[in-house]
T-cell receptor, first 113, second 107 residues
Framework: DADVTQTPRNRITKTGKRIMLECSQTKGHDRMYWYRQDPGLGLRLIYY???????NKGEISDGYSVSRQAQAKFSLSLESAIPNQTALYFC????????????FGPGTRLTVL | KNEVEQSPQNLTAQEGEFITINCSYSVGISALHWLQQHPGGGIVSLFMLSSGKKKHGRLIATINIQEKHSSLHITASHPRDSAVYICAVEEGNDMRFGAGTRLTVKP
């Protein structure tokens, strides 16, 4: 089984709809991240969490919110989706006494029409 | 805000060739990462560096902190190395990514 899973893997939605992307991990890591990837721009950090009670904004948090329901679960919400949020979204985890390796989920391809 | 530049953007090589991908950044960092993104989209972490050099199999990563530059080398390249290679830098809790280098290795 994969260490980091994301659901759904693909989603097509309409402008104005509320969308939730979910991430679960079995690594036992404290640190979890949400990124988006756009062609030619590389990955950009949306939100990150170092603990269930710790949520931090990343470079591009506007239009997004997150929830850390448990150590293993980190959800990303788009309250009112817009077309320029069409992108590939990745969840990642990182852990250990000296966190180094990031473990990425398989990605969610979101299309907002 | 750190700017991360990778070169080249695209690289085509013949099987067996030695490959070098470069990454430059603009301000001081705590660590630099190299990632590999497979054609199917999955991302795998290859290295994290804060100084010197690391080697794993045919992959070698180096970093020069003074020059704000890192290189990823692939020896004896193989078609299965075809992927996008991404450089990322850490500043505190922030992570900035390069746009990636698309490598194609032909048999």
């Amino acid at each position: 089984d994969a260490d980091v899973t994301q659901t759904p893997r693909n989603r097509i939605t309409k402008t104005g709809k509320r969308i939730m992307l979910e991430c679960s991990q079995t690594k036992g890591h404290d640190r979890m991240y949400w990124y988006r990837q756009d062609p030619g721009l590389g990955l950009r950090l949306i939100y990150y969490s170092f603990d269930v009670k710790d949520i931090n904004k990343g470079e591009i948090s506007d239009g997004y919110s997150v929830s850390r329901q448990a150590q293993a679960k980190f959800s990303l919400s788009l309250e009112s989706a817009i077309p320029n949020q069409t992108a590939l979204y990745f969840c990642a985890t990182r852990g250990g006494v000296i966190p180094d390796t990031q473990y990425f989920g398989p990605g969610t391809r979101l299309t907002v029409l | 805000k750190n700017e991360v530049e990778q070169s080249p953007q695209n690289l085509t090589a013949q099987e067996g060739e030695f490959i070098t991908i470069n990454c430059s950044y603009s301000v001081g960092i705590s660590a630099l990462h190299w990632l590999q993104q497979h054609p199917g989209g999955g991302i795998v972490s290859l290295f994290m560096l804060s100084s010197g050099k690391k080697k794993h199999g045919r992959l070698i990563a180096t970093i020069n902190i003074q020059e704000k530059h890192s290189s990823l080398h692939i020896t004896a390249s193989h078609p299965r190395d075809s992927a996008v290679y991404i450089c990322a830098v850490e500043e505190g809790n922030d992570m900035r990514f390069g746009a990636g280098t698309r490598l194609t290795v032909k048999p």
